[in-house]
């Protein structure tokens, strides 16, 4: 897939994949011992972080798939393993990325009721709520790989647009 997406379901595909693998490739960054790190006792380690996306991408996935959740298997304890959980992580990527790439505008459409209550969330509110879910878990894990050193030793930068501007346009402004 490019990153030019030229439909909705590349694009959700594109966007929800990339974060996942990012969030993929920084855990198998992180030492073992650091598994279960966290800078402070309120902050998730980064075993919760990753079976909370692992876990809501399954779940998420089983409700598009069957409307009904009372014939949804119940999500699996998470591998134990760094390794095994970013395994597990991998293969529910490929699983999105089929599912996503498959979808017809019509089951976007499709109304569905998370564990079959609550109000009605169609399709596409589902697979926004997976890409949420899987770019704030990649946020918060990327802070965490900040706060160990792993991504340099310097104090973070935000790449502000300003800069851009001026560089490329210098100090005059187009409004």
Same mark, same amino acid.
């Given at each position: &897939?490019?990153?030019?997406?030229?439909?909705?379901?590349?694009?959700?595909?594109?966007?929800?994949? *990339?974060?996942?693998?990012?969030?993929?490739?920084?855990?198998? +960054?992180?030492? #073992?011992? +650091?598994?279960?790190?966290?800078?402070?006792?309120?902050?998730?380690?980064?075993?919760?972080?990753?079976?909370?996306?692992?876990?809501?991408?399954?779940?998420?996935?089983?409700?598009?798939?069957?409307?009904?959740?009372?014939?949804?298997?119940?999500?699996?304890?998470?591998?134990?393993?760094?390794? &095994?959980?970013?395994?597990?992580?991998?293969?529910?990527?490929?699983?999105?990325?089929?599912?996503?790439?498959?979808?017809?505008?019509?089951?976007?459409?499709?109304?569905?009721?998370?564990?079959?209550?609550?109000?009605?969330? *169609?399709?596409?509110?589902?697979?926004?709520?997976?890409?949420?879910?899987?770019?704030? +878990?990649?946020?918060?894990?990327?802070?965490?790989?900040?706060?160990?050193?792993?991504?340099?030793?310097?104090?973070?930068?935000?790449?502000? #647009? *300003?800069?851009?501007?001026?560089?490329?346009?210098?100090?005059?402004?187009?409004?």
């Amino acid at each position: &897939m490019s990153y030019q997406p030229h439909t909705e379901n590349e694009a959700y595909a594109l966007v929800l994949c *990339n974060h996942l693998q990012s969030f993929i490739d920084y855990l198998r +960054k992180l030492p #073992p011992e +650091k598994w279960d790190w966290a800078p402070d006792p309120a902050a998730p380690t980064a075993r919760i972080l990753a079976t909370h996306a692992w876990q809501w991408l399954q779940c998420d996935r089983q409700h598009i798939i069957e409307p009904d959740a009372s014939l949804h298997p119940r999500i699996p304890d998470p591998p134990s393993e760094p390794e &095994m959980m970013c395994q597990a992580l991998q293969e529910e990527t490929e699983c999105w990325r089929a599912l996503l790439q498959g979808l017809t505008p019509e089951q976007l459409d499709e109304e569905r009721f998370q564990f079959n209550g609550g109000f009605p969330l *169609n399709v596409r509110g589902f697979i926004c709520h997976t890409i949420m879910n899987a770019i704030y +878990k990649n946020g918060q894990f990327t802070t965490l790989f900040f706060a160990l050193g792993l991504d340099g030793r310097e104090p973070y930068t935000a790449p502000l #647009p *300003n800069p851009f501007y001026e560089q490329r346009f210098g100090g005059v402004s187009g409004l």
